[in-house]
C-alpha cells in the first residue's frame, strides 16, 4: 500500500512539472532564444546526459535483445514524435490550448488498449469519447490566441498529434516497467531518441546566442530540461509500476488547471469562452471514459 502512495505522489508530481513546462517552453521559443527543433535537441540530449551520469542510482540490469525493438518504438513515438510535435505546436498555440488537448490522453489510451490490449469498451465509453473529440475539435477549430504570429489551428492539430504519440508509448513502456529499473530503460529510451531528433534540430543549435539570455531564460531551460524531462520520465514509470495505465493518465486532468493559473499569472494566456466550453466538453468525455461501472449485487 506504501508504494501505491509513493506511485500516487509520482504521478501527481510528473502533472505539476508538465503544468508549468508550457509557460516556460513557450517564452523561450516565443522570445527568439532557442527554435522548437533545437530545443528538443537540447531537452533530450541534456536529459540523456543526466540519465547515464545517476544510472548508478539504479540497479545492474541488462537489456535483453528482443526488448531492443520495443525501446526503438518507444524512442520513436514519447522521445522523437512526441516532443518534436508538442514544441513546434506549442510554438504556434497558447499554453492552455496545448493543456487542454492533451487531457484527452486518457481517451486515446483507452482506445488503443481496446484495440492493442482487447480491452472491451463499453457505451459509456463511447459517448465520453465523442464528447473528448468534440471538444479538442472546437479548440483546434475555434480556437484563438492574442499573439498575431500565432498559428493556432495548426499548433493544435500538432498538439492533438502528439497526445496521440504520447498515448502510443504509454501503452508501449507499460510492460518494459514490469521488466526493469526506470533508469535502466529510460536511458537507453533518451539515447536512441537523441539520435532521432539531432537531424531536426543541428542547425537550430548552432544558431543559439547564449549571450542574449536573461536569467529566467537560463531558469527556463533549465527547468524543461531537469524538472520536466528528466524528472518527469524518471517518475512515470515508478507511478506505472504500481498503477494502471488508465490511472497514471488520469492524472493528465492537473495539467490545464496548472498551465492556465501559472499562464495567466505569467501573462502568456488569457481564458475564454471557447476555451472553457472545450475544456468542459473534454472534462465530461475522460470522465465517461475512466468511470468505472457499477456493480450490482445480487
Given at each position: 500500500m506504501k508504494a501505491r502512495y509513493w506511485a500516487l505522489l509520482a504521478a501527481l508530481l510528473v502533472q505539476v512539472l508538465y503544468g508549468l513546462n508550457y509557460t516556460f517552453a513557450k517564452n523561450v521559443m516565443v522570445g527568439g532564444f532557442i527554435k522548437p527543433f533545437g530545443f528538443i535537441v537540447l531537452r533530450v540530449g541534456g536529459a540523456t546526459l543526466?540519465?547515464?551520469?545517476?544510472?548508478?542510482?539504479?540497479?545492474?540490469?541488462?537489456i535483453e535483445k528482443k526488448d531492443f525493438l520495443t525501446l526503438l518504438y518507444a524512442a520513436f513515438f514519447g522521445v522523437a514524435t512526441n516532443m518534436l510535435l508538442f514544441f513546434k505546436g506549442l510554438e504556434l498555440t497558447t499554453p492552455?490550448?496545448?493543456?487542454?488537448?492533451m487531457i484527452i490522453t486518457p481517451i486515446i489510451v483507452l482506445l488503443l488498449s481496446s484495440f492493442y490490449l482487447q480491452e472491451k469498451i463499453t457505451r459509456l465509453k463511447i459517448v465520453g469519447v465523442i464528447f473528448g473529440f468534440t471538444g479538442a475539435a472546437i479548440l483546434t477549430i475555434y480556437g484563438k490566441s492574442a499573439s498575431p504570429g500565432d498559428n493556432v489551428f495548426l499548433g493544435n492539430l500538432m498538439i492533438l498529434f502528439n497526445a496521440i504519440s504520447y498515448s502510443i508509448y504509454i501503452i508501449i513502456i507499460k510492460k518494459l516497467t514490469y521488466r526493469y529499473h526506470p533508469f535502466t530503460f529510460i536511458r537507453w529510451l533518451f539515447l536512441i531518441g537523441f539520435f532521432m531528433v539531432l537531424p531536426f534540430g543541428f542547425n537550430d543549435i548552432l544558431a543559439i546566442n547564449l549571450s542574449s539570455f536573461t536569467p529566467y531564460i537560463w531558469f527556463s531551460v533549465l527547468f524543461?530540461?531537469?524538472?520536466?524531462?528528466?524528472?518527469t520520465y524518471l517518475l512515470n514509470p515508478l507511478?506505472?509500476?504500481?498503477?494502471k495505465a488508465s490511472t497514471v493518465t488520469v492524472f493528465i486532468y492537473l495539467q490545464p488547471l496548472i498551465a492556465g493559473i501559472y499562464a495567466v499569472i505569467a501573462g502568456s494566456?488569457?481564458?475564454t469562452a471557447v476555451k472553457l466550453t472545450a475544456s468542459s466538453l473534454i472534462f465530461f468525455g475522460v470522465y465517461l471514459v475512466t468511470k468505472k461501472p457499477k456493480v450490482l449485487n445480487p
Open positions: 543526466l540519465f547515464w551520469l545517476f544510472s548508478f542510482l539504479g540497479p545492474k540490469e541488462k492552455i490550448h496545448a493543456s487542454v488537448i524543461v530540461i531537469v524538472g520536466a524531462t528528466f524528472g507511478a506505472l509500476r504500481h498503477l494566456d488569457a481564458v
